[in-house]
């Protein structure tokens, strides 16, 4: 892989007429040694976020020993490449050929759930030969709770309701060498608050239930920075998140987990494409809906941009882009703040899609093609580099 000190330098040794993926390696390590340090549990890389092979062995490197892995090919790519590492199937709905796989050729003893068929489908492909069931399975039974603090709600897929829950850690308990509770708070969460209405949930549901509980896990929904989306310190959600937790009625020894996804990777990647055509205050670049701006075309997701010629000496404007594809919804309106004179030629730098872009791109209509280079410069945002610190007076939870 090319190594260069930034886009710009990018763009004028190669010219590209193809997107490229500017990865900062750096960028995902700092996130990783933020996690592990600072969060006061254990923290699973959600996988989905950006399964790229080359991204989870610098979190592996920098200290992230376990993992989320939502489908079997996850399992088998992360399994790969950290023969080591813990990988825990947190998607509640699975196949029983994939739980099968997973449990006895890949060593995975973490399931999540949330209903009663899933359990039952658990425990029926785990059984030996003999037909004997599992006594070493660890199992989450996932809580449905409230997305109105995140940009993207997951709360309607997943998750058993409050009144279903008691009586789904019984009969779990009854399987369960190790029994957890777990939760997803939304993408995007942009309130540590999120997570102390989702943990007084599991208190009414751990409290009903009267069982054992072994490991409380708060999910995901750990936010980046993004244009309009400035979230408090990190800091803020783990003490917060730490509060409540030792405020739960578990065993004395149960762990705390996370599954930071976005927090992790969005750092690690930007973007290079090029401006193919202009018409007034739209640009017609070479990537788009259907490759690494996804979110920017089908959420409204806003991402930072950057001109990457010296020339452009014109304030900025707003644009919004079109995509290669022939598809009209290949649009992303933004609104992106670029120089008012850029033109045809002219190169974009758009920045934070180390999380679900380079992940989602598609070969519709022919255009998947993206070179990937390291850059070693600083991502256009940062949660890590110690440019977002406040004074502990204004902080959300108090550092006293």
Not at 76 to 105: D, N, Q, W
Not at 145 to 164: I, N, P, Q, R, Y
Request: some cysteine; charged content about 25%.
């Amino acid at each position: 892989m090319q190594h260069f000190p930034d886009a710009r330098s990018v763009v004028r040794a190669l010219a590209p007429d193809e997107p490229i993926i500017l990865n900062r390696p750096h960028a995902a390590a700092r996130a990783a040694r933020f996690f592990v340090e600072k969060f006061p549990g254990k923290s699973l890389y959600a996988v989905k976020a950006n399964p790229s092979p080359d991204l989870v062995q610098i979190l592996w490197d920098n200290g992230v020993t376990h993992y989320d892995v939502a489908s079997i090919a996850e399992v088998r790519m992360v399994r790969s490449v950290l023969p080591e590492a813990t990988l825990c199937f947190m998607h509640p709905v699975k196949s029983p050929g994939a739980i099968r796989e997973a449990y006895f050729k890949h060593g995975v003893k973490t399931f999540s759930l949330d209903s009663s068929e899933e359990l039952a489908k658990i425990v029926d492909a785990t059984r030996a030969d003999d037909g004997s069931e599992a006594t070493d399975l660890r199992l989450c039974v996932r809580l449905r709770v409230s997305s109105e603090h995140a940009a993207l709600s997951l709360a309607s897929k997943f998750g058993c309701d409050l009144t279903e829950g008691p009586a789904l850690l019984q009969e779990s308990r009854q399987y369960a060498d190790w029994l957890g509770v777990c939760f997803h708070v939304g993408s995007q969460a942009m309130s540590p608050f999120a997570y102390v209405q989702a943990l007084d949930r599991t208190r009414a549901a751990i409290a009903e239930a009267s069982v054992v509980i072994d490991m409380i896990d708060v999910g995901g929904g750990f936010p980046s920075v993004y244009p309009g989306m400035e979230p408090p310190p990190l800091e803020d959600y783990f003490k917060i998140i730490h509060q409540h937790f030792y405020a739960l009625p578990i065993a004395y020894n149960a762990e705390l987990w996370c599954e930071p996804g976005r927090a992790l990777c969005a750092e690690y990647s930007s973007l290079v494409v090029k401006v193919e055509k202009r018409r007034g205050e739209e640009l017609y670049i070479n990537d788009g809906a259907y490759g690494a701006l996804f979110d920017a075309a089908h959420v409204d997701w806003k991402f930072p941009v950057r001109a990457l010629e010296d020339d452009l000496i014109k304030p900025a404007m707003d644009f919004a882009f079109y995509g290669p594809t022939c598809d009209d919804a290949d649009y992303m309106p933004g609104p992106f703040a670029l120089p008012e004179d850029i033109q045809a030629g002219d190169y974009v730098e758009i920045g934070m899609l180390g999380a679900y872009g380079a992940a989602m791109k598609t070969d519709f209509n022919g255009f998947g093609a993206a070179e990937r280079i390291i850059v070693t410069d600083e991502p256009m945002a940062s949660l890590y580099d110690g440019s977002r610190a406040r004074p502990a007076a204004d902080n959300v939870v108090s550092l006293r």
